[in-house]
């Protein structure tokens, strides 16, 4: 008797895709989290839910259309976290504003009856009507297309309990150190906690590998004789300003910067977001540090776009990921590499998912669903996931940061109330202090690092009050859990080393 049908090791969008998948389909799972989940990639996107306009230059029609498909049931199953979102994208010369007419209404045509609301195009004039703090040196016309938003960690949560619903379970700070081998066949992971230093092992009939930019090494682990390249990591970069610093109810794609990618200028939790992806990099980290020269860059091109000047010393907040790209053979140019996600499968049995966006975690779970099925000849269980409404759900509009929460808000407030507390965690910061006492009790937060990136998004929003926030933060933690104050000091220094690198 194996102790779980599946074991996915990995709690990022791909691995929490594949447990939601995996439970609704009635098969017993557990979720393996080295560090927290999102402590990868998946906290630090762009937050757009998109078929990615940009990838219609590489001819990627059927990715552009997987992408607007799963568009729709992203925003469908979880609009408590994800929303309907228009970006204006200002043009400069014929050229441009024919390529974009031709991509706009090629991306209209793509998402079929999944479309959003009709794409359009704007004078100069116009233009600068919509996105007031736009240089107008810089541009003769616009267009104005739709896609989506969300906020990607809190997604994860409402995957995660969604997950645990189904009867999943999942563990975070738990390490897959060794594969299990029976026959020559993976049938289980010797797992260390990372919090306790004890270990555990579990048994499955399969493993899922859905590590993104660190699963060449899970392969190299089940597959010690061979050395594995499957995967490229992209590195990208996001600035965070307060939202005066360039007011614009629509994001802004700058469709062409000097190097040749696009830059985001993205409404976000009331300030903005600036950003842009694919730095090719050499060693694949969960923690990047983003580079001095990345971030001139990103300020220098937000400096062409804005009408104002933007100095350094209004960021708020730095972030920077690393996307697992499925590695061709002869492509250096990360921007060029298809963001297709493709499945392996090992002789000893380690199915490997990797490659993909956030967009599609969906559909990349389910695939990855249908190719067990397929490859070990089991019976064949249908997908339900396209119409499962996600933990949270609801249509009601609420305010930031009880959005967060959808239909749970009401629990936070009921904590509120139950502590007589109605405190905010620090005054530059719209996250309760009755927030930190909900998401110890019901989101597994661990460490405080967990709740001031991840559970809230203080990190990512205002770098210097996180770290201001973090002593009342271990305090709250340490009183619900009984936790001493040996306990709060090591956590504050373990925060403040993560925490320089939000910062610049
Ligand atoms: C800068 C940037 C911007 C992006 N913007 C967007 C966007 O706007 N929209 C979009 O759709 N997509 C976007 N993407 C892509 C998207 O974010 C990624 O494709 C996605 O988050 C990858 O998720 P993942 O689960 O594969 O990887 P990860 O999120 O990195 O998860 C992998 C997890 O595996 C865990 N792990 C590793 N080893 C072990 C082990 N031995 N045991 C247990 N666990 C282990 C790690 O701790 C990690 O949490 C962006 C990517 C980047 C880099």
């Not at 694919?278 to 923690?287: G, I, M, P, Q, T």
């Not at 990345?294 to 972030?319: C, G, H, M, P, R």
């Amino acid at each position: 008797m194996t102790d779980f049908e599946i074991i996915i090791i990995g709690g990022g969008a791909t691995g929490l895709g594949c447990a939601v998948e995996a439970a609704s389909r009635g098969y017993k799972t557990l979720l393996l989290e080295a560090a927290d989940y999102g402590k990868g990639t998946s906290s630090k996107s762009t937050k757009l839910v998109h078929g990615g306009i940009r990838y219609l230059a590489n001819f990627d029609f059927a990715l552009v259309k997987e992408g607007l498909e799963e568009r729709y049931y992203f925003l469908k199953n979880a609009p408590h976290l994800a929303s309907q979102q228009s970006y204006l994208i200002p043009l400069q010369g014929i050229v441009e504003k024919i390529k974009y007419w031709l991509g706009i209404k090629i991306y209209d045509q793509l998402a079929g009856s999944k479309k959003l609301a009709a794409s359009r195009f704007l004078s100069k004039q116009q233009t600068l009507r919509e996105a007031k703090d736009l240089n107008a040196d810089k541009i003769d016309g616009g267009a104005i297309y739709y896609d989506g938003q969300f906020d990607d960690s809190r997604m994860l949560v409402s995957l995660l309990k969604t997950f645990e619903q189904l009867g999943g379970t999942a563990l975070n700070y738990h390490k897959v150190e060794e594969f299990i081998c029976d026959d020559g066949k993976i049938s289980g992971v010797n797992v260390s906690n990372q919090l306790t230093g004890e270990k555990l092992n579990f048994t499955a009939k399969f493993v899922i590998n859905a590590t993104g930019t660190l699963s060449d090494k899970l392969l190299d682990l089940a597959e010690p004789q061979l050395k594995h390249n499957t995967v490229a990591a992209a590195q990208g970069t996001h600035l965070v300003f307060d939202k005066e610093v360039f007011d614009s109810e629509h994001a802004i794609l700058v469709p062409q910067t000097s190097d040749g990618r696009v830059l985001f200028i993205l409404p976000w939790h009331d300030k903005i977001v600036v950003g842009t992806t694919d730095v090719k990099v050499a060693e694949a980290s969960l923690e990047p540090k983003a580079q001095a020269e990345e971030i001139d860059f990103i300020l220098a091109t937000l400096n062409q776009y804005s009408a104002k000047t933007v100095t350094k010393s209004e960021i708020k907040a730095v972030f920077c990921g690393q996307r697992p790209l499925v590695r061709p053979q002869n492509q250096t140019n990360t921007a060029k590499i298809s963001r297709k996600h493709e499945l392996m499968l090992s002789k000893n049995s380690l199915v490997t998912i990797v490659g993909g966006k956030w967009t599609i975690y969906r559909r990349m779970g389910q695939d990855t669903l249908d190719f067990i099925e397929k490859q070990f000849n089991l019976p064949t269980t249908k997908s339900v996931s396209h119409d499962l409404q996600l933990f949270g759900y609801t249509q009601d509009k609420l305010s930031y940061p009880l959005s967060a929460y959808g239909a749970q808000s009401s629990q936070v407030k009921l904590i509120q109330e139950e502590l007589n507390n109605f405190a905010l965690i620090h005054p530059d910061l719209p996250y309760l202090q009755a927030e930190i006492i909900y998401q110890v009790r019901y989101e597994q937060v661990k460490t405080i690092e967990d709740v001031l990136a991840r559970r809230t998004r203080a990190l990512f929003l205002n770098s210097q009050a996180a770290i201001e926030a973090a002593p009342i933060v271990a305090k709250l933690m340490a009183q619900e859990l009984a936790y001493d104050e040996k306990w709060q000091e090591a956590q504050l220094s373990t925060f403040k080393l993560t925490a320089s690198n939000f910062c610049l």
